[in-house]
C-alpha cells in the first residue's frame, strides 16, 4: 500500500474550491512518457497553476502503471527541488471503468480516480459509483464520475453517438454517490475529430444551456469537461505539411472552453492537443533534418513546443496561472 501523500501529491478538493470561486478551470493533462510529463510539470510551474496528471487504461497498458506512479513522484521533486514551485499535484486515473482498477491505483499511490459508468444504465452507474467512493474515502482520494456519453473513443469503448446529460439526474446522481466532481456531455468529444463540418463552417456550439441547468441543480459543484481539446488548427497545419494528413481534424474553440471554464467547469481534459503540438514538431523535424537520429534531438523541441502550449493554455483558456501556491497554501 503507497499512500499517496508519501509521494508529495494531493487530492482534487481545495483546488476544485478555489477554481469554483476563482472564475477558472483546473488542466487535466494526460502523460505517457517522460517528455510529456516533464512538459506537464514545466509548464505548470512555469504558469504558477495547479495541475491534474491523467493517467488512462492505456496509459497505464503503454507505459506501466508502477513506472507511471514513480514517474508522478519524480515529476514532484523535480518541481520543488529543481523549479523551486509548489504548485499542488494530483495523480489521477482518467476514464477507469472497474473498481478493481480504481482500487488498483488507489493502492498504488493515485490521489484521484474517475469512474467512468457512463455506458452503463442509471442504476448501474450509480452503484459502481457509489463502491469506488466508499473505498477512495476511506483512503482520502476525491472520485470523479460521469453522467451523459461523449461522443468518440473512451479508451476501449467506443461510442458513435453521444447523448447529453440529462440536468434531471444529476443530484439523485451525486447525492447517492457522494462523488466529487462529475464529468457530463454537452457536445465534446475524445480525439481530433469531434465534429463533421463542411470546411469553413464553424464547429457546432456546445450546449452550454445543459451545463447552466446542471450548475443551477449542483450550486458550487465541481463539473468536469472531457474531450476538451481544440484541435489547434495551426499544429493540424504544420503536421499536413510535413506528411500528415489530418484534414478534417477538428474541435472546440478555445471561446468555448473559456466560457465553460468561467463558470461551473472546474477541470477541463486536454490530451489531443498535446498529441498534436507533439507530432507536428516532429514531422518537421524528420522532413528538414532527414539525416537526424537522435531521438533527443525531436523529442527536445517537442517537448519545448508542449510547454509553450501548456503556458498558453493554463494562462489564456483556463484562466489557472497564478492560482498554484495559493492552493498549496489552504488549510
Ligand atoms: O479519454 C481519452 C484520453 O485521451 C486517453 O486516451 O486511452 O488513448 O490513452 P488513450
Ligand atoms: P481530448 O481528446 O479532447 O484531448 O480529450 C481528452 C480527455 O477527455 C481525456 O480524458
Ligand atoms: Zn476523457
Known amino acids: 500500500m503507497v499512500n499517496y501523500k508519501e509521494l508529495g501529491l494531493v487530492n482534487s478538493r481545495n483546488m476544485f474550491k478555489k477554481a469554483i470561486d476563482g472564475g477558472f478551470a483546473v488542466p487535466g493533462y494526460n502523460f505517457n512518457n517522460m517528455e ?11 504558469s504558477d497553476s495547479p495541475v491534474i496528471l491523467q493517467v488512462s487504461k492505456g496509459a497505464r497498458e503503454y507505459a506501466n502503471q508502477t513506472l507511471l506512479r514513480n514517474m508522478a513522484r ?28 480504481a482500487k488498483s491505483c488507489i493502492d498504488t499511490g493515485f490521489s484521484s480516480v474517475m469512474i467512468d459508468g457512463s455506458s452503463k444504465s442509471f442504476e448501474d452507474n450509480i452503484a459502481l459509483t457509489k463502491q469506488v467512493v466508499e473505498y477512495a474515502h476511506e483512503h482520502d482520494v476525491t472520485v470523479e464520475g460521469e453522467l451523459g456519453v461523449l461522443a468518440g473513443i473512451e479508451d476501449e469503448v ?14 439523485e446522481f451525486v447525492s447517492r454517490t457522494g462523488v466529487d466532481s462529475l ?10 475529430y469531434k465534429f463533421k463540418v463542411k470546411p469553413g463552417d464553424p464547429p457546432p456550439q456546445l450546449r452550454l444551456d445543459i451545463l447552466d441547468e446542471v450548475a443551477k441543480r449542483l450550486p458550487g459543484f465541481p463539473i468536469v469537461l472531457h474531450g476538451a481539446s481544440s484541435v489547434l488548427p495551426e499544429y493540424v497545419a504544420i503536421i499536413n505539411k510535413f506528411g500528415g494528413k489530418m484534414e478534417d481534424a477538428v474541435g472546440v474553440p478555445e471561446d468555448q472552453i473559456r466560457k465553460a471554464a468561467s463558470g461551473a467547469v472546474c477541470k477541463v481534459n486536454i490530451d489531443s492537443d498535446g498529441r498534436l503540438v507533439m507530432t507536428a514538431m516532429i514531422r518537421k523535424i524528420f522532413a528538414e533534418k ?10 527536445g523541441p517537442a517537448r519545448e513546443e508542449l510547454i509553450k502550449m501548456i503556458i498558453r493554455k493554463n494562462t489564456e483558456v483556463l484562466a489557472s496561472s497564478g492560482h498554484g501556491l495559493e492552493i498549496s497554501n489552504m488549510k
Open 36 to 46: 510529456q510529463i516533464q512538459a506537464i510539470i514545466r509548464g505548470c510551474a512555469e
Open 74 to 101: 519524480g515529476a514532484v521533486e523535480m518541481a520543488r527541488n529543481d523549479l523551486g514551485s509548489k504548485i499542488p499535484i494530483v495523480l489521477h486515473l482518467d476514464h477507469g471503468d472497474s473498481f478493481e482498477i
Open 158 to 171: 467506443s461510442h458513435e453517438l453521444s447523448h447529453y446529460t440529462k440536468p434531471e439526474e444529476v443530484e
Open 183 to 192: 464529468a457530463i456531455s454537452i457536445g465534446t468529444s475524445h480525439g481530433a
Open 290 to 299: 532527414p539525416s537526424e537520429f537522435d531521438p533527443r534531438k525531436y523529442l
